[in-house]
């Protein structure tokens, strides 16, 4: 039998502390060894208690949680740490930077107004599944095999049957439609950054990601890669070149009007309990592009998008999913190759210029032009 795994939880809030405690000891597969009330108690306590994850919050006095971050992934580079942050734009943009700086996931806090009742069960609802599926994770690589690893760079085919191809692959894709969630935000960076010119076409993004957040994302994005990246809003046209992120607690779908494709923003009801979804957009996709699309599925915890997969490899469309190994979780990716959708399967590292390679040559270019270094080159 597999032991519980070891939390340590570092808030300043004793309340958050309590509450915390109280969810994970509640559960048979985690124990918490210990709590710390700021950043600097917390790197000591990580050196001292060993756990196996950590919950982080962001604003903390003595030392802060980016901070503190810094110090234990210095010390602890293998170990999963989840950021537990406030739904602020200025916790937004403090989380989004913490994941780009080796944090794992996060998690919101409850908004104030929120009853005791309602904020535990949000907790367990969020914190504890992503908590899990992360450990879930870890134990199912290799034991050589490290989130921090340079996997082989040679692409690998889905175990499953692949969907018939039989739609227009030979003639140009007219859109890229990508999913993530759990751990995209790197991933997104890592993609995106290895597409060193615009591609001739629009990008569609779904991040599981609440309001807020996706706005920080977006701007982080645009000033890291040399794509324009936004957050989408309604009545935008989708112009060749432009990322898209869909806004955080909102559907994105898109519509061709008048020769034209524009962008709606929907409220309708969660899809695969999610809004944004996956499946809305590429379920909208197609009714715009038919079998002009290149999908792309990187890492996520559920199976968000696997059905708007398998519809995408009907129509002949060429599909890129994640690989395990580079995967915080392999859940989305996974699904899609279970699926038998993914026409090739990769690792992080491989995507981005694999997918700037099928664009531009469905374009009639044998590959992107390159440019020098870009915009912001703060590679951090």
Known sequence: ?????????????????????SIFDGEPDFTVVGTASNGQIGVRKVDELEPGLVILDIEMPVMDGLTALDSITKRHPKLPIIMFSTLTERG??????????????????PGQTTSLAGARDAVREELVAKARAIVRQRRARPATGARTSSPSERPHRSKAPVISRSGPTATALDAVVLGSSTGGPVALETVLKAISTPLKVPVFIVQHMPPKFT???????????????????AGMRAEPGNCYIAPGGH??????????VMIDITDSP????????????????????????LGVMLTGMGSDGAQGAVELAKLGCPFIAQDQETSVVWGMPGAVVEAGAASEVLPLQSIGPRVAEIIFRSHGSSSAPRRPLGRDEVHS
Request: charged fraction near 20%; glycine fraction near 6%; proline fraction near 3%.
């Open 1 to 21: 039998m597999t032991s519980p795994t070891r939390i340590l939880i570092v808030d300043d809030s004793a309340v958050a502390r309590g509450m915390l405690t």
């Open 92 to 109: 937004a943009a403090a989380t989004v930077q913490a994941l780009t700086k080796g944090a794992w996931d996060y998690a919101a806090k």
């Open 215 to 233: 706005g920080a994302l977006a701007d982080r994005l645009d000033r890291k890669t040399a794509s324009t990246v936004v957050e989408a809003q």
């Open 251 to 260: 559907h994105m779908i898109v519509k061709r009007r008048a020769g034209l």
């Open 270 to 293: 969660p899809v695969n309990s999610c809004r944004p979804a996956v499946d809305v957009l590429f379920e909208s996709a197609i009714k715009s592009y038919g079998g002009h699309l």
